[in-house]
């Protein structure tokens, strides 16, 4: 069975998370029911069909499209005889291989452990020999206690750990406000072409890969627009439809990153036939986290697939780009200048003739309209970052 309108779109997503977590499909099922069943999902039926299907091929691995009940993960796997697994299992595992910082991994592990508590019963031991394959990576691989005090325990303390690295977050959003710089956060479906488009506009290296999940932990780096003000740019992890809302939660702190942005880049890959499902399915993320009516621009990627495609008709501004050949890179920028363009305020300054230092600093973040040289200095009316203007005080200034 499958979650959307369009069943082999949804298993066509599946194929590609269980290949981005390193197994290889040997078959695909499809069952249409009015409802679930509630012991077996699929119906015993279908169960006893997919076990004959697991000997002719020796699988030994099936995944389901949908979050099973604990109850019908057992059910299912005394049927069919090989190990069960479902979507958000495939998603973890992603997450497990991918994250490179602790707090990725404190993030990961926190999802996992919730998903796992509630399934620890009579066969719960299994699970502290989890290790080595698809949907096992993570907590087993360090022995995972099955009794639910002390995993309860690790969850807590989990929790904790990423209380504080909230905090430091927090600290470092400080520190960026004392000397601010507008944070622009990439966000988009997963393989949607973020990273390259990042090290399109950044001349960063950010690991990129024609994958889902191919990065996890975020990654900033600073981008000098045309107008010469310099801002943030933040690569965050890939959403994918239907994502659960304990991952929506485990990752917060991450998604943090999303919420204080001033601006948004949108990221949908104009050449992949559901991109429409795609973008609404990313929208649905940020309704959650109550970021939808952000400033946001969407950014078509890859049009060099595809050069002829129409505009997908938006409520906010669209740009069509490919990250990998660097067309309308340019344009983009011009549009995250306008996007931003509310940071902004036009001012008169009279400069010093002594103080050189300042009139580099305006020449080089702002954008100056006219220069006249008086007596007493040179007189400038520049537009500048808001930030930049709360930074000089001490000169003569005329609004």
């Known amino acids: 069975m499958s979650r959307s309108a369009n069943p082999n779109d949804s298993l066509d997503e599946l194929a590609s998370l269980v290949s981005a977590a ?128 002390r995993i309860r325990k690790r969850i807590q303390d989990l929790t904790e750990a990423l209380a504080r690295v909230r905090k430091q977050r927090a600290l470092l959003r400080q520190a960026r406000k004392d000397v601010p710089l507008p944070l622009v956060a990439l966000v988009g479906y997963t393989n949607a072409g973020k990273s390259t488009l990042m090290n399109a506009l950044t001349g960063s290296e950010v690991f990129v890969q024609d994958m889902l999940f ?49 601006l948004l880049l949108h990221v949908a890959d104009v050449s992949h036939p559901d991109v429409e499902k795609q973008i609404a399915a990313v929208d649905e993320v940020l309704a959650s986290l109550g970021v939808l009516d952000k400033p946001t621009i969407l950014v078509l990627n890859k049009i060099d697939r595809i050069p002829d495609a129409e505009l997908i008709v938006a409520d906010r501004p669209t740009v069509k780009v490919s990250a990998r050949e660097g067309t309308n890179l340019d344009v983009l920028k011009e549009e995250i200048v306008k996007g931003l363009a509310l940071r902004r305020v036009v001012r008169t300054y009279t400069v010093p003739y002594e103080d050189g230092q300042t009139l580099s600093l305006l020449h080089e973040k702002g954008d100056v309209l006219e220069k006249e040289y008086l007596e007493e200095g040179v007189k400038v009316i520049v537009s500048i970052p808001w930030s930049l203007s709360q930074r000089l005080p001490h000169l003569s200034i005329r609004r």
């Open 22 to 149: 390193g197994a290889g499909i040997a078959n695909r099922i499809l069952q249409r029911r009015d409802k679930p069943d509630p012991a077996f999902y699929v119906g015993k039926g279908k169960a006893e069909e997919i076990r004959r299907e697991c000997e002719e091929k020796e699988c030994d691995l099936v995944v389901f499209d949908n979050e099973l009940t604990p109850a019908q993960g057992r059910n299912l796997k005394d049927v069919i005889g090989v190990r069960v697994i479902d979507r958000t299992q495939v998603i973890l595992d992603i997450f497990a291989r991918r994250a490179r910082t602790k707090e990725g991994k404190l993030q990961v592990e926190l999802a996992q452990l919730n998903y796992l508590l509630p399934r620890l019963t009579g066969k719960g031991t299994e699970l502290s020999r989890l290790g080595g394959g698809i949907g096992t990576r993570g907590p087993g691989e360090t022995k995972l206690e099955t009794d639910r005090r």
């Open 214 to 262: 191919a990065t996890l932990d975020p990654t900033t780096r600073r981008l000098r627009l045309s107008n010469n003000e310099v801002v943030l740019l933040t690569d965050t992890v890939g959403f994918v439809s239907s994502l659960p809302h304990h991952l929506v939660a485990a990752f917060r702190a991450t998604l943090e990153e999303v919420t204080e942005a001033d």
